[in-house]
């Protein structure tokens, strides 16, 4: 079956500054890899996705990159603020369900 | 997105007893999902639950353990049974969206079994 490794398992970062947050998948037909972001206390919010037929996808200060060669795919968030502060977990799937990974706790420092 | 609710939000129970946390989507989905959040841990799918089928268990999940019911497209529960301390988590819910690969979760019940 499918099996996702996400890395690191903590970020720390100056406001302001980049985050990226690395995942790599095992099952070459997986398709479909989405990013949840995790505030404490909350439920995971699904924040973008991408399909394998694309490289790249943006939505304002976040965006996630595809390597369908290298099974491997990145959340990129820019201009980080405190209000970025949560755990973020990538997942990646064929059909259903979801394969998760084990989260990144991102923290941004004022 | 569909509006998902759960109940109870958060229980407290003593050992040896059972649990039942009901999923209630806004919408009618074909696919609904239980997960598994221990804490600080990332989730684990505990199974899918098929409306008018047999739910269909992941590796290390039992029916006996976690019997789940899917009575119509809006609704699901899942029971925690004969709980011990190690049942202590979060459950969530989740639904499969407009593409049936995307999925949106539950508020989550938030289990302490003492």
């Known amino acids: 079956g499918e099996n996702v490794e996400q890395h690191p398992s903590t970020l720390s970062v100056q406001e302001g500054d980049s985050a990226v947050i690395k995942c790599t998948y095992s099952?070459?037909?997986?398709?479909?890899f989405p990013w949840y972001k995790q505030e404490l206390g909350k439920r995971p919010q699904l924040i973008i996705d991408i399909r394998s037929n694309v490289g790249e996808k943006k939505d304002q200060r976040i965006a996630v990159t595809l390597n369908k060669t290298a099974k491997h795919f990145s959340l990129h968030i820019t201009e980080t603020q405190p209000e970025d502060s949560a755990v973020y977990f990538c997942?990646?799937?064929?059909?259903?369900?979801?394969?998760f990974g084990k989260g990144t706790r991102l923290s941004v420092i004022a | 997105s569909a509006v998902i609710s759960q109940k109870p939000s958060r229980d407290i129970c003593q050992r040896g007893t059972s649990l039942t946390i009901q999923c209630q989507v806004d919408s009618q989905v074909t696919m609904m999902f239980w997960y598994r959040q221990q804490p600080g841990q990332s989730l684990t799918l505990i199974a899918t639950a098929n409306q008018g089928s047999e739910a269909t268990y992941e590796s290390g999940f039992v029916i006996d353990k976690f019997p789940i019911s899917r009575p119509n497209l809006t609704f699901s529960t899942l029971t925690v049974s004969n709980m011990s301390p190690e049942d202590s988590s979060i459950y969530l819910c989740?639904?499969?969206?407009?593409?049936?690969?995307?999925?949106?979760f539950g508020p989550g019940t938030r289990l302490l079994v003492l």
């Open positions: 997942a990646a799937s064929r059909n259903t369900p979801l394969v």
């Open positions: 099952d070459s037909a997986s398709n479909y």
């Open positions: 989740s639904v499969a969206g407009d593409s049936e690969e995307t999925q949106y």
